[in-house]
């Protein structure tokens, strides 16, 4: 299995502020005939199912806010994001969909300082 | 609008089985994969496996073989997750998520259900 490391576990920022959340993929996860790379980013917030926010690890779901970013390559991911706002509070994981089973990180819980 | 409606909550006593509903609407339903995945107290997000609706194949997580099974009702687009052997651990939360279409086994969740929680207790 593919195994996902997210890090922080978890993550105070100023409102307005940046926030860097980064994910390690225990293998490649880039299907190299289409040069993409199979990595979702996706926030859950409690009682509420997750919300996709990125796909193929840098384009941002119809709707998401500009102030979300994905980037990387090989097995080392990132999300940002540019300018946190309050209702950002949530937890971020990255998942795997390169392969099954597909695989998750434990989770990032990003809050306001 | 894409949507997949899930069944509601479920208290069960350990040694028994559950089954879970997802009906999708707003899409046509045989033309993508359906996933699940699950979220205990306090903890990340597991997945359990996936379907398509079109043929009714499955591949399953290791860890839920031979106790799960996921099946499809194509008249009423609607998916079913049944787990079998129920213990404490199981209680969680279940949700279905909208995967790729059907040339894309490989893909994000991009619609998910709101969420079915499943108690396991005596």
């Known amino acids: 299995d593919i195994v996902m490391t997210q890090s922080p576990d978890s993550l105070a920022v100023s409102l307005g502020e940046r926030a860097t959340i980064n994910c390690k993929s225990s293998?490649?996860?880039?299907?190299?005939?289409?040069?993409?790379?199979?990595l979702a980013w996706y926030q859950k917030k409690p009682g509420q199912p997750p919300k996709i926010l990125i796909y193929w690890a840098s384009t941002r779901e119809s709707g998401v806010p500009d102030r979300f970013s994905g980037s990387g390559s090989g097995t080392d991911f990132t999300l940002t994001i540019s300018s946190l706002q309050a209702e950002d509070v949530a937890v971020y994981y990255c998942q795997q969909y390169y392969s099954t089973p597909r695989t998750f990180g434990r989770g990032t819980k990003l809050e306001i300082k | 609008q894409v949507q997949l409606v899930q069944s509601g909550a479920e208290v069960k006593e350990p040694g028994a089985s559950v089954k879970v509903s997802c009906k999708a609407s707003?899409?046509?339903?045989?033309?993508?994969?359906i996933d699940w995945v699950r979220q205990a107290p306090g903890q990340g997000l597991e997945w359990m496996g996936i379907?398509?609706?079109?043929?009714?194949?499955?591949t399953y997580a290791e860890k839920f073989q031979g106790r799960v099974t996921m099946t499809r009702d194509t008249s009423t687009s609607t998916v079913y997750m049944e787990l079998n052997s129920l213990r404490s651990e199981d209680t969680a939360v279940y949700y279905c998520a909208r995967g790729g279409s059907y040339r894309d086994f490989y893909y994000y969740m991009d619609v998910w259900g709101k969420g079915t929680t499943v108690t396991v207790s005596s």
């Open positions: 707003g899409y046509t339903f045989i033309r993508h994969y």
């Open positions: 293998q490649s996860i880039l299907y190299s005939s289409e040069n993409k790379h199979y």
């Open positions: 379907i398509n609706p079109s043929g009714g194949s499955t």
